[in-house]
Structures are given as structure tokens and as C-alpha cells.
């Protein structure tokens, strides 16, 4: 049951970040998925992610819609709002939310089912609007809950654990996004937590719409022989292309990256994403060249991964309509509601 | 005949999309301004040019402003419907036509005046261009009319003036052709009619306004900062209308930035979204939308009611089923919104009569679905929302302070010893909430899926009733804070009349004729659900209480029966449902024929 707290134990040996927390100030509740689940691995990573950029717990929203991956959120920042909302319906919680409170730091978990089919139209509109959200895919090709039936990003020739063939072409957030217009698009292994946890903390740290597809095994109903999103054969085919290192604002940039083969993208907060590119020519700030690498390694056979694109110039949907800064509900009332006065005067108009 | 003074009606026939509104809107403003109570119905169709459309203009001395399907006189300015429009003319009456063409025979009836006017004649002489002419054709109408009913030409040019300060042109066009129709007539008919106009003083402290527009400038008074929509007549000018107060009165005069976000959806269930969203994260947030979108919504609305999450949804009733009349009114979404998603829940509704009730509710609806965190229905209809309605002017109280609910600020949230969610501390069964981005100790976990009084999740029985059973005494509990039924009780009276909504004007209207016509009753107008103690003895009073409201299948009536254990045979419906707004001579006939058969 996800209600049961972990227990809080503090190691003396566990490091505190600079605000004086540890890893374990960032979990959550005991995980109720299955033993070997991927998306386990994925909130470790989140756990670590949250855990190095030394944020309050308290100033992140944690949202999700329904499925395996949607009860995560309760797994990590016990300290945070969490809202469980409804089937594909939770970029539409973000939405609200975060143009309530653009202070908010909002983290959306969701799965191919709850992303890809049902909430298909409400994925697009969020990254149509830039909303400011990490939004996190734990892809596994499957629906879990109700006993692995095949989801849209099941890849054509995936074979069910029933034996049943996939004849139907597959949803790929990665090039959704990218079409869309998304301003951070990338795609990460759960099995990768080295590449995936510096994605995290960029994603979280952009301001806009990021958005990560981890392929995250399922490993009741979908990591058998003959599955495209199996453990074994994510980590056969799995191709970075590209490197990206999180580097915090006046922070030193270490050396360990050749001189040259280092892009710099500057964040929104004078952050830093250094990427190294693992494949030449690879430009992650380049959408067009993106899109067509990732479908030239498709077509080979591999799943490329890493964070594949970035638009340093990404302005985010609170941006776009111009809302003041801070929450909404901070705003003076007597800002808000313009008085008896002009409401006087303004009904000269209807007379 | 004798003559009627300030006491009459008339239609005008056009066809859509020729920018006859806008001489509509100037012959009812003037009649206004002339301080003699009018009311006019837009019945429009759902199409953006060249479907017949109509505009009805009733003028009464006593304030009664229902409509009114009996006209004294018609303007049959639209061919296709000659045979229809002229049909309606009472005997006696007169008919409007454009004698550009001959009279033409459809049009023919012995027992009705006719009045010909070249119309477009006089309109493609003085204009160039085939856009000019079509739309000065309107404003010359309005020119006749004005003569024929003793419109005063000073008026219908002080309003040229005003709508027109900035476009010196249109304003020259506007009163050129004004003078075209009101030249006309003067000199070839005896003006006025029988049927005209006298100056009096009985609109100065009213204002014209429709309920879409009452209802925007209600949430920003109300606070609201977060609007999410999805465009759907006739909800759509709602939101128009809070974007323009906003631009006018939330930009923030030094940075320019706005204190509010319009968020246009991809569809209701999205737009829901963003107000339960947006609610959570502690902003006044709301949706204005019409049945279909209801309908779209219920999976939400039920994940507001059972997470406890305030929305404020404004249902501008149009006629169902499925898409039924976009463009026509009804009352069709009763029973939809008081039990809107599945499982058990029930919804906090108000039930304005007008748009300033419409303004005033939009108030309490923020109060009341922040107090319960829990959704709240505004209920008008295409009538409230889109026509103009002569109204008291809205006053507004500087003292107002919004009801934020059981919310806990940081210090509160430090201060206590704990916090759950969805624990009944004060035994009123409203908890105490937090807003994200607060305070650790404040943080909880919103969800849909069943949850114990901790925020907890579970599958435990008794842990699981607790919570369902505290939520339905909470919404219960809203019944003495929803608005409080309006009553009339006159002497006399046997029977009850009960009511929702826009059919208040036919219904106050009705119970005074059917007073002076020997037959007083008494008059309730339920204003809000859950129902109060009132409606149930006001109900228990009379042995026949007659319902009236429209829809087929007696909405209202089902949920009375429903809820207040008030015995069938107590309520009769009188329903309307047409798609036209109510005549005070179908409340009357409905409750005459009923009575017969009760008595």
C-alpha cells in the first residue's frame, strides 16, 4: 500500500546537499510496484535528481494521471503536493496549476498508455503551450495494470507475452515532441541512471515543456524474448548520441569533456547543459537534424537516447500570456476586484 | 382603434450575418434611453451568414419584460420567411415591408396594415458599395421604425454619436440612413401608429446588459484570475467579456504583466482540467461552457467532488440532446449538473434569473466552492446569456472579502501539531486544506482513488464510507448558504407556483394576471441546491404546486421529488421547452388547464 511511510532512518554517513538534506528527505512512501519494476529505478533517479539541485521539497507539485507509472509519485518527496488526477488527464492539472503558481516546480509522471492513448490530445496541447513541466514518460509498451495488453508505443513485430503480435505502427513520443515544437526532448533508459539523472535535473531546471521518454521494462508483462522494450534488448540497442551534463549556475565547468567536443546551452537561470556528442555531427540544439537522426538510427534497428534536443530560447506558457510573477492567490484582492467605484462608472457602457 | 402607449411589441425579420444586430441594439437602447421599460430576444440561428434570423422588441409601461409571442407589429424583411412572418402579425396589426419589390402575395392578409418602404431603393441610391448598402439597409429601418413608433431622433443620433466617435464615416452613413427611413415615413404615413412610445422614467437606475457579460465582470469582482474554456455557443461571449474587464482593470500598470491567465483549452475536459488545477494551486478559478461540455466533463467533476478540489463552472444552458439548437434556450442540464460523474456525488448549484443575479451568483459560486472545496454550477441559459436584459444596475460592497475556505497559511501549517488532509476537525464536515509550494508539513497527496480520512490511500471498508459519508454531509450542509429561495406569498392563494431560473420573468408576470384574474397563487423561485428547509415548506403549503420550467421531462420537479420527500402528487409540471424563452400566457394557460383537471 503506498500510504505506508518509509521509515525515516538517517544515516549519519548519508551526504547532505547544500540546504542540508539528504537522499532520504527525498522519498516517499514504500513502492507497491512490482520487485525489478523499471520505474522504480526511474524515481531513484528522480530521488537524486531532486537530491543534487538542492531544492525544498515543499516548492515542488509532483502530478500524475492514472496507471503503474502515475502511482510513482507517491514513491519520492514525501514533503511535496501530490496530485493522482485522472486517466491522460494530467497535463491539464499542470496546466491550471502552473499558471496559478509560476512558482511552482512541477514534475508530471505518466505511462505510454495514459500519455500515448488516452491522454494523447492533452500531451500535445501542453507541449504546444511550452507548459512549465518535466514531464516524465515511463515507457514500457504495455498496460499493466489490467494485465498486458499493448499500449501505442508498442514497436510493429513486439511480441506480447500471450504470443500475440503487434501489427500496428508505434507512437514515438520522441518524434511527437519533437513535431510539436517541444523545447526539450529526450529519450533515457531506466537501466541508465548515469544518463539519466543529469536529463532530470536539465529537464527540471528548463523553463518550458521538458520532455523525457525513459524506456522503462515491465517486468511482469512485457521483458520476455521477442519484446522491443525488454531489459535485454533496450540495453542491445540502446545508442547514445548524445551526453548531457547539468552544470549549475556559477558552478565551475569540470574538464573531463575533450576540449571541443563540449557544446555549452546555456538555462533560462544561468545554468548550464553541457553536452558532449558521443556521435559527430550531432546537434542537439538543431531540431531538424535531431529528428532525422533519430529516425536514420530507427531505421537501423536502435534506439537513440540521450538529451536529443533543446531550445535554449524556449519561453514558457506563463511567459507567453504574461502573468505576473509568484502565485496567483498571493495577488492583493483589492488588485483583484476593482471596487464599487468603477463599477459605477463602468455600467455608463450598458445605459 | 384606440392607441397603446408603451405597451406593445414587434419582430424583425432579417437574415444572419447582414449586421442587423446592430440596428436591433440601437432601436432597443433608444427605447431605453427614452426611459420606457424594453426588452428584446435574439433568435438567431447557428450559422454565420444568411440563415433567417429574427429580433423581438417588447415595450412595457408595468416593467414586465418575459417575452412575448404576440406582435402588434412585424418588419418582413426577409423573403424567405414571408409566410412565417406574416403569420404572426396579430389581427389589426401592422406589416413592415421593403416595397423595392411589390408586395408580395405570401404577405397578403386582409386584416393587416401595410407599410411600404423602399428600402434598398433609398439605400442604393444614397451608398456605394454592396457592403454599405446591405448594412445601411438595417439602419434604415431603424429610421422608419423610429417614425412609425415615435422613436425620438435625438436619441437614436446622440447613440451614433457615441458608438461611432471614431469612425467619422460610419457615424455620417449611420444618420443618413437613419434620416433615409425616418424621412420616409413621415412623409407618406400617418405617424405615429396607434401603438408608439412616450418618454417616461423608468429605466434610469437600470442598465442594459446580457448575462454572459454580468457573469465575467461577477469572477473578476469575485478575484478570479485563472480562466480556462473551450469555445461553446452560447457560453463563448462569457469569456470574451472576462478577457475585457481583465485587460481593463488587472494589467499592472508598471510591469505591464497581467494579474490573471486566460488558458483556451483543447476541449472541456481539458478546460476542466485547468480549473481543478489551477484551484488546487490555490487561485480562483473557473469555466464557462454549455451542456455538451458538461457532458465532457463529468469524469473530472467527479474527481473534484471526492478530492475536494474548489471549480466553478458556469453551464450556459442551450437545447439538448447531443447538440440539439446550439443556438436556442432551455433548461436541460438540471438533473446533469446536480449529479454530474459517476458514483455518489451531488453538486452545490445556483440557479440565477437574470444577469444580475448572474453577476451576484458568480460572487457566491467562488465563496461557496471555495468554502466547500467542491464544484459549484452557475446555471443560466442562452435567454440570461446572451440577450440583453434590463436590469437594476449592479452595486457592488467594498466590504466583500472572499471566503478563501479552510485554507492554511504557512505559520498555521508550522503551528500545528499536524495536518491531514481530509480529517472533519472542526465537525462540520469541511477539512482543512493546503496549497502546494507552502509549507512540508502541509503536503498531501490529491487523488481520485479511495482515500482515508488521513489523505491515505485505501481499500479498507470502513475507512472508505467514512470519508464518502463526510463529503455528502458537507455538500448537505451547503443548503443554508446557497441563496435562499425567492418567495411571494399572496392572499388568497391555494396553489403554488415554482420556478427556476429565467422563467421568472413569465412567471412573476403570470401571477399577477392570475390574480387579477381571480385565481391568486403563490410564487417560489428555487435559487439554489442543495435545497433548504424553505423550499421543502413552501412545497408542504400547497396541495398543487405547479413547476414550471423548460425542459420535457420536469427536471426540477424529479429533483424536488428526489430530495425533499414531498409527495408526487404535490408537483405538476408546466413545461416549455420550445427552445424559446417563456410567455407569461403559456405559464397562465399550463397552470389553467392543470388546475381544471386538480380541481
Request: charged share 20%; net charge negative.
Amino acid at each position: 500500500m503506498s500510504y505506508i511511510a518509509k521509515p525515516k532512518v538517517h544515516h549519519p554517513s548519508l551526504k547532505p546537499n547544500a540546504i542540508g538534506l539528504t537522499r532520504r528527505d527525498y522519498e516517499g512512501a514504500l513502492t507497491t510496484l512490482c520487485a525489478g519494476c523499471g520505474h522504480d529505478s526511474i524515481t531513484a533517479a528522480i530521488i537524486q535528481a531532486f537530491w543534487e539541485l538542492d531544492v525544498e521539497p515543499h516548492k515542488v507539485a509532483k502530478l500524475s494521471g492514472i496507471g503503474c507509472s502515475s502511482k510513482t509519485p507517491a514513491y519520492f518527496l514525501r514533503e511535496a503536493h501530490g496530485f493522482n488526477s485522472v486517466h491522460g488527464r494530467m497535463p491539464s492539472i499542470a496546466t491550471g496549476a502552473g499558471a496559478a503558481n509560476s512558482e511552482l516546480m512541477m514534475i508530471g509522471v505518466s505511462g505510454d498508455g495514459d500519455s500515448l492513448s488516452i491522454g494523447f490530445g492533452q500531451l500535445c496541447h501542453a507541449i504546444r503551450r511550452n507548459v512549465n513541466l518535466l514531464y516524465v514518460l515511463e515507457n514500457n509498451g504495455v498496460y499493466g495494470l489490467t494485465k498486458g495488453q499493448f499500449s501505442a508505443s508498442a514497436d510493429p513485430g513486439s511480441i506480447s507475452k500471450k504470443g500475440e503480435t503487434n501489427s500496428m505502427a508505434a507512437i514515438d513520443g520522441v518524434l511527437l515532441a519533437l513535431s510539436l515544437g517541444a523545447t526539450f526532448v529526450a529519450r533515457s533508459f531506466s537501466g541508465d541512471k548515469a544518463q539519466l539523472v543529469p536529463i532530470l535535473k536539465a529537464g527540471l531546471k528548463h523553463q518550458g515543456f521538458a520532455f523525457i521518454d525513459v524506456i522503462s521494462p515491465c517486468v511482469t508483462f512485457n521483458d520476455h524474448e521477442g519484446s522491443t522494450k525488454a531489459y535485454a534488448y533496450t540495453r542491445e540497442h540502446q545508442i547514445e548520441v548524445v551526453q548531457a551534463d547539468y552544470v549549475p549556475f556559477r558552478t565551475e565547468i569540470t574538464t573531463e569533456y575533450e576540449a571541443g567536443a563540449v557544446q555549452r546551452v546555456p538555462m533560462h537561470d544561468g545554468s548550464i547543459v553541457a553536452f558532449r556528442k558521443v556521435t559527430e555531427d550531432y546537434d542537439p540544439t538543431d531540431r531538424d537534424n535531431a529528428y532525422s537522426h533519430i529516425r536514420e538510427r530507427q531505421a537501423a534497428g536502435e534506439v537513440a537516447t540521450g538529451l536529443l534536443y533543446i531550445d535554449p530560447n524556449s519561453k514558457d506558457m506563463v511567459e507567453q500570456n504574461e502573468v505576473i510573477a509568484g502565485p496567483l492567490y498571493s495577488q492583493p484582492f483589492e488588485k483583484l476586484c476593482p471596487g464599487s467605484e468603477a463599477l459605477e462608472k463602468l455600467q455608463l457602457r450598458f445605459r | 382603434m384606440s392607441s397603446r402607449v408603451n405597451e406593445f411589441a414587434f419582430k424583425i425579420a432579417t437574415a444572419n450575418g447582414t449586421g442587423s444586430g446592430s440596428a436591433n441594439g440601437l432601436i432597443m437602447q433608444s427605447i431605453f434611453r427614452m426611459g420606457i421599460p424594453v426588452t428584446g430576444k435574439n433568435l438567431f440561428p447557428s450559422n454565420i451568414q444568411g440563415l433567417p434570423t429574427w429580433y423581438e422588441i417588447r415595450v412595457n409601461k408595468n416593467g414586465y419584460t418575459a417575452r412575448t409571442p404576440v406582435f402588434d407589429l412585424v418588419l418582413a424583411l426577409n423573403a424567405a420567411t414571408y409566410a412565417k412572418d406574416v403569420a404572426e402579425v396579430r389581427s389589426g396589426g401592422w406589416l413592415l415591408y421593403d416595397s423595392t419589390w411589390p408586395l408580395d402575395e405570401k404577405l397578403i392578409r386582409p386584416d393587416v396594415t401595410y407599410i411600404g418602404v423602399p428600402l434598398a431603393d433609398m439605400c442604393n441610391t444614397a451608398f456605394k458599395g454592396i457592403r454599405e448598402r446591405i448594412l445601411m439597409k438595417n439602419i434604415a429601418y431603424s429610421g422608419a421604425l423610429a417614425a412609425l413608433i415615435g422613436i425620438d431622433p435625438e436619441i437614436i443620433r446622440a447613440l451614433t454619436q457615441e458608438k461611432y466617435s471614431k469612425k467619422p464615416a460610419l457615424m455620417d452613413s449611420n444618420q443618413k440612413a437613419v434620416a433615409l427611413g425616418f424621412d420616409y415615413i413621415k412623409a407618406n404615413f400617418d405617424c405615429p401608429l396607434p401603438i408608439h412610445l412616450e418618454p417616461m422614467d423608468a429605466t434610469k437606475d437600470s442598465i442594459l446588459i446580457d448575462g454572459n457579460t454580468a457573469a465575467s465582470l461577477g469572477c473578476v469582482y469575485a478575484g478570479a484570475t485563472v480562466g480556462a474554456w473551450y469555445p461553446i455557443t452560447p457560453s463563448t461571449s462569457m469569456m470574451e467579456g472576462f478577457k475585457g474587464f481583465c485587460t481593463r482593470f488587472r494589467r499592472d500598470a508598471e510591469t505591464g504583466k497581467n494579474r490573471y491567465a486566460i488558458l483556451q483549452a483543447e476541449d472541456e475536459l481539458s478546460a476542466i482540467g485547468m480549473v481543478i488545477g489551477a484551484s488546487w494551486a490555490g487561485a480562483r478559478a473557473f469555466t464557462p461552457t454549455s451542456g455538451p461540455g458538461i457532458s465532457l466533463m463529468n469524469e473530472f467533476l467527479g474527481l473534484a467532488y471526492y478530492a475536494e478540489v474548489p471549480a466553478v463552472v458556469f453551464d450556459v444552458q442551450r437545447t439538448g440532446p447531443s447538440t440539439g439548437m446550439p443556438t436556442r434556450t432551455q433548461q436541460g442540464d438540471i438533473m446533469l449538473c446536480a449529479y454530474a460523474s459517476h458514483g455518489d456525488t451531488k453538486h452545490i448549484c445556483l440557479y440565477p434569473a437574470d444577469p444580475r443575479e448572474a453577476f451576484e451568483f458568480a460572487v457566491n459560486a467562488f465563496d461557496l466552492a471555495e468554502r466547500y472545496q467542491t464544484p459549484v454550477f452557475v446555471l443560466t441559459d442562452l435567454d440570461i446569456g446572451m440577450n440583453d436584459w434590463m436590469i437594476p444596475k449592479l452595486t457592488w460592497d467594498d466590504s466583500y472579502t472572499p471566503d478563501r475556505g479552510k485554507v492554511l497559511s504557512a505559520e498555521e501549517l508550522e503551528a500545528a501539531k499536524s495536518f491531514y488532509r481530509y480529517l472533519d476537525v472542526d465537525g462540520d464536515g469541511i477539512p482543512q486544506r493546503s496549497l502546494p509550494g507552502v509549507h512540508p508539513k502541509g503536503a498531501y497527496f490529491t487523488r481520485g482513488s479511495g482515500h482515508n480520512k488521513f489523505g491515505g490511500y485505501t481499500e479498507d471498508s470502513d475507512e472508505y464510507q467514512e470519508v464518502l459519508d463526510r463529503i455528502g454531509r458537507k455538500v448537505q450542509g451547503a443548503a443554508t448558504a446557497v441563496p435562499a429561495p425567492f418567495i411571494i406569498r399572496n392572499p388568497g392563494a391555494k396553489v403554488g407556483i415554482v420556478t427556476v431560473g429565467g422563467c421568472h420573468a413569465a412567471c412573476v408576470e403570470a401571477i399577477d394576471r392570475l390574480a387579477q384574474e381571480g385565481t391568486p397563487a403563490d410564487y417560489m423561485r428555487v435559487r439554489g441546491f442543495p435545497f433548504s428547509d424553505e423550499v421543502v415548506e413552501f412545497l408542504n403549503e400547497h396541495v398543487t404546486n405547479f413547476v414550471v420550467e423548460q425542459n420535457r421531462d420536469g427536471q426540477m420537479r424529479s429533483l424536488l421529488l428526489l430530495e425533499t420527500g414531498v409527495a408526487g402528487t404535490k408537483l405538476k409540471s408546466v413545461l416549455f421547452y420550445s427552445g424559446f424563452p417563456m410567455s407569461a400566457q403559456y405559464v397562465i394557460d399550463g397552470v389553467m388547464a392543470k388546475m381544471l383537471v386538480t380541481v
